[in-house]
């Protein structure tokens, strides 16, 4: 992998607390940020389609974050993503040729101290760079087809499929 392109649509990972509403916003993408930080060793872009929690994304956003990877003219696509609604969206990817699409995201705020967001990044670097072309989640520590998981609420983690 020489380039790879950042697609962010939000979600808990870019989410920022204000004291003064007791509230969470979606803040600026932090992906950009944090791999600067960690000082990697290949060129990337940020493009930042949405800034929405993944529960307010709708097929019409599902469309446009599509669109927004067919553009680009990188082959290594990295999504960040709300949690709830990601396997979501990344059933909408699919069919997206010439491509390996992971996406990934966090189930604490990046800015929140042992958030793991650095952790799913990390984990959705490496895949998206040894995967064949296809569509694929990245969370909690392991590469997941998104028609065989689901995200347990109740647990707050990615799980298998039941049967």
Same mark, same amino acid.
């Given at each position: 992998?020489?380039?790879?392109? &950042? ?6 990972? +870019? ?10 916003? &979606? ?6 940020? #944090? ?13 930042? !389609? ?6 307010? @994304?709708?097929?019409? +956003?599902?469309? @446009? ?35 390996? #699409?992971? @996406? ?23 895949? !998206? ?13 392991? &590469? ?20």
């Amino acid at each position: 992998m020489q380039h790879l392109t &950042i697609v962010t649509t939000g979600g808990t990972i +870019d989410k920022i607390y204000f004291d003064d509403k007791s509230t969470f916003q &979606i803040g600026s993408p932090q992906i950009g940020e #944090i791999l600067e930080t960690l000082g990697v060793a290949f060129a990337f872009d940020v493009v930042s !389609v949405l800034r929405k929690d993944s529960l307010h @994304l709708d097929d019409g +956003d599902r469309a @446009l974050i599509r669109s927004a990877i067919e553009r680009q003219p990188h082959r290594h696509v990295l999504v960040t993503h709300g949690t709830d609604t990601m396997v979501d969206t990344a059933q909408a990817l699919h069919g997206i040729d010439g491509k390996v #699409i992971v @996406l990934t995201g966090a189930l604490n705020p990046a800015l929140f101290k042992g958030s793991d967001a650095v952790f799913n990044i990390g984990c959705a670097v490496g895949a !998206v760079q040894t995967l064949p072309d296809g569509v694929y989640i990245a969370m909690n520590g392991r &590469i997941w087809d998104p028609t065989q998981v689901r995200k347990n609420r109740e647990a707050n983690r990615f799980e298998p499929l039941p049967g």
